[in-house]
């Protein structure tokens, strides 16, 4: 079985400000890990994925993410952000396959608002 | 290249009526997947496809079925609808890649239902 946790809704950080966005998983399988952004009124969209070899994992826009197998956790970083950042962001584990389709685990999402 | 897009973007039913959610992707994907949103949930998946005629059930399928009679065309339906189907449908495909379970799924831009 596989599940997702997402620690905290919502977060909220400054313009230039450092965002962490927190996930952990369970797999009882070699996992395979995503983090998708929902923009408002809109369908999710692909930010980075881990499958193997490096951990850090770099994606669109400047996030980035570490696979850390000890701490079963896919924690999302970015620097220093913007405005245009402010999005719903959903980490999700695959690695089981459902009578050949992938089988996706989202977590339950993390909104994230930027102050000015 | 729209990708993938869904047809009505909102729509409200009364109890016991029935709909038809169109999904349709123009990047011949072989996969295809629905989900539903609802706050706090993150995704879940009512049905999925691995090709051209060939559905099959996803975590929530209960008041719903689904067909694939083209590969670019996925349907959702609802029978008879309930307030518990209030939700945000989410269409997605897929190509495989190197390995099934690393696909990136893409997603349309959903499809609001309310049911009164």
């Known amino acids: 079985a596989q599940s997702v946790t997402q620690l905290g809704s919502h977060v909220s950080v400054s313009e230039g400000a450092l965002v962490l966005l927190r996930c952990n998983y369970s797999?009882?399988?070699?996992?395979?890990l995503f983090w998708y952004v929902q923009y408002p009124n809109q369908g999710l969209q692909l930010l980075l994925k881990y499958t193997t070899g490096a951990t850090l994992v770099k994606g669109i826009n400047g996030f980035e993410a570490e696979f850390k197998k000890s701490e079963t956790s896919f924690h999302l970083t970015k620097p220093s952000a913007h405005m245009s950042d402010a999005a719903e962001y959903f980490c999700?584990?695959?690695?089981?396959?459902?009578?050949?389709?992938?089988?996706?685990?989202f977590g339950q999402g993390t909104r994230l608002t930027i102050n000015p | 290249n729209a990708g993938v897009t869904q047809t009505p973007k909102f729509r409200v039913l009364k109890t016991g009526q029935s709909m038809t959610l169109l999904c349709a992707q123009d990047?011949?994907?072989?996969?295809m997947y629905w989900y539903r949103q609802d706050p706090g949930m993150g995704l879940r998946l009512i049905h999925y496809s691995v090709g051209e005629g060939t559905t099959a059930k996803g975590e929530v399928p209960d008041g719903y079925n689904v067909s694939r009679l083209k590969k670019q065309n996925f349907l959702l339906g609802l029978e008879s609808a309930a307030p518990s189907q209030t939700s945000v449908y989410f269409c997605?495909?897929?190509?495989?890649?190197?390995?099934?379970?690393?696909?990136?799924?893409?997603f349309g831009p959903g499809t609001r239902l309310t049911v009164l």
């Open positions: 997605a495909s897929s190509l495989r890649e190197v390995a099934v379970s690393t696909d990136t799924q893409y």
């Open positions: 999700a584990v695959s690695g089981i396959i459902i009578q050949g389709a992938q089988k996706l685990v």
């Open positions: 990047m011949n994907h072989e996969y």
């Open positions: 797999s009882s399988v070699p996992p395979y």
